[in-house]
């Protein structure tokens, strides 16, 4: 096969890459865009989310005073989980469980303690993330199947990357000398965009599409009961290390912000964004929070009575393999750096999403006919070659 007869069977794969799967990838690039700033759109749409100062010098309240207010405020209530987003703007989300055996999530005022709202069990941000994630599919037994197939559109993303990349030739150039044309009709501005958006997204498709097929090997794991944590199971404590008071009244807890200070000597620069405070009397408190790589968390788990650490997770912890892993889901995220991080995964998914959208267009008007000339084209070439030879002699040739 001739380099020229080669680079035209790349070209026709990369096209019927094209078929229409690529509308069910189209739904979930636009679903999972606005999946990454969803949190903000909530946000913008709820003032109870807010973490409103009641004067430009106001200081964030520390966690105790947060639990002495929520206390006030809910005497009933016990405090499970305290998290803070990783957003200043954002109110923390409280854990509260009741008596009754209600457990809601909370908007508390970082600055003032109050509880401003609480958390639906389904808003848009669980609804673009759900949609996204697994197609609504519910899990019933292990993961669904619309979690595998969303996942498994990795496969077909990446090898659209690399396909592209062989029939886009010197594609670095496209970084050097940009092209967009705008007055040459439909069909070659699409084409011009879908090469660009193509060229300047290659970390963002690849980033994407790798921790897509991540996603389908990690619920293929799990649902085949295959583990590659090395992370311990920490018992509860045992009944001789808490403490008894006479009068029959729970024994004294450690403050949180001196638990915070004894996680922080264990792990120096971690930053205290999620509590889990003991759930009942033989419970340990948990601190977890980002140091200085931000895609992975780190926690150091106390006794809560003492302050003695039990336990703690860190970077060095893992293996080489959970450092990867672990890391996946922040990347396919944007999850991870605050808002600016969220606004450039945003941008470059809205521009895959535009990308697929051009790569459908293409399809559609140059694909087929391509496919329908290359079969003609081949099946000439097939009468060409089958067609008999009749030899005569030359006097019949003369007559």
């Known amino acids: 096969m001739s380099k020229k007869s080669r680079s035209k069977l790349w070209f026709l794969v990369h096209s019927w890459l094209a078929l229409p799967i690529w509308f069910f990838v189209l739904i979930v690039c636009v679903t999972g865009t606005l999946a990454v700033v969803s949190q903000e759109i909530v946000w913008l749409a709820n003032p109870q989310m ?3 100062a009641p004067s430009d010098d106001a200081q964030r309240l520390s966690y105790d005073d947060i639990l002495a207010a929520i206390k006030k405020a809910e005497p009933q209530a016990l405090v499970s989980r305290i998290s803070r987003p990783d957003e200043s703007h954002f109110a923390l989300d409280v854990t509260l469980s009741y008596p009754d055996g209600r457990s809601l999530v909370s908007y508390v005022n970082p600055y003032t303690g109050v509880i401003q709202g609480t958390a639906p069990e389904f808003n848009f941000e ?7 994630g697994w197609w609504l599919v519910p899990f019933t037994n292990g993961y669904s199947w619309g979690w595998y197939l969303v996942s498994a559109l990795g496969l077909p993303l990446l090898a659209s990357l690399i396909t592209g990349l062989v029939v886009y030739k ?3 150039k496209g970084f050097l000398r940009p092209t967009l044309r705008f007055r040459h009709g439909a069909r070659i501005f699409w084409g011009d965009f879908h090469r660009l958006s193509g060229i300047w997204s290659i970390w963002f498709i690849a980033v994407i599409s790798i921790t897509g097929i991540w996603f389908l090997i990690e619920a293929a794991l799990s649902d085949n009961h295959i583990s590659i944590s090395s992370e311990t199971i920490l018992p509860a404590m045992a009944r001789e290390s808490v403490p008894l008071s006479a009068d029959g009244t729970p024994p004294p807890r450690v403050s949180l912000e001196r638990a915070i200070e004894l996680a922080q000597q264990k792990i120096p620069g971690l930053e205290a964004s999620v509590i889990n405070l003991p759930g009942n009397a033989y419970s340990h ?3 977890r929070g980002r140091g200085w790589y931000p895609l992975m968390f780190q926690s150091a788990t106390l006794n809560p009575y003492s302050g003695d650490l039990a336990s703690s997770r860190v970077l060095s912890d893992r293996t080489s393999l959970e450092f990867v892993t672990e890391s996946m889901r922040p990347l396919h995220t944007g999850d991870f750096g605050g808002l600016w991080i969220k606004l450039i ?6 521009l895959l999403s535009m990308m697929v ?15 329908a000339n290359a079969l ?6 097939s009468r060409i070659k089958t067609q008999p030879v009749i030899n005569r002699e030359p006097s019949e040739v003369n007559l």
């Open 50 to 52: 807010r973490a409103s």
């Open 126 to 132: 669980a609804f673009t993330r759900a949609l996204h």
């Open 170 to 172: 010197r594609f670095w």
């Open 285 to 287: 408190l948990d601190i």
């Open 345 to 350: 995964w945003f941008f470059f998914g809205l």
């Open 357 to 371: 959208l051009s790569g459908l267009l293409i399809w559609t008007k140059r694909t087929a006919l391509a496919t």
């Open 376 to 381: 003609k084209r081949e099946s000439k070439k």
